[in-house]
């Protein structure tokens, strides 16, 4: 069973920052596209980011601008920098690895 280990999260203040990270298994790390996504109550799993292997990125349209993901390819750990957060980012953030494997989630929340 492939573990993704997430870290960061927590409670942010709006308009401040916040990072998460994802550690994943070397092997599955150099190969696949990691990316974060998050559900909040009552809505949708959707997707926030993603970064193939070869640094290709793209972005749900309600984060670009604010949002960055970044892979740190010797430690097999993808980042996700939240800044400028908003009252409708507060969910759960989920790490995906390879189109396949679900990291346990990490909850965001936003508050002053």
């Known amino acids: 069973q492939v573990q993704l280990v997430e870290s960061g999260g927590g409670l942010g203040q709006p308009g401040g920052p916040l990072r998460l990270s994802c550690a994943a298994p070397g092997i599955i790390f150099r190969v696949s596209p990691m990316g974060w996504y998050r559900q909040a109550p009552g809505k949708h799993r959707e997707l926030v980011a993603m970064?193939?292997?070869?640094?290709?990125?793209n972005y749900a349209d309600s984060v670009k601008g604010r949002f960055g993901i970044s892979r740190d390819n010797v430690n097999s750990t993808v980042f996700l920098q939240m800044n400028s957060l908003r009252p409708e980012d507060p969910a759960v953030y989920y790490c995906?690895?390879?189109?396949?494997?679900w990291g346990q989630g990490t909850q965001v929340t936003v508050s002053s």
């Open positions: 995906h690895a390879a189109f396949s494997f």
């Open positions: 970064a193939t292997s070869d640094g290709t990125t």
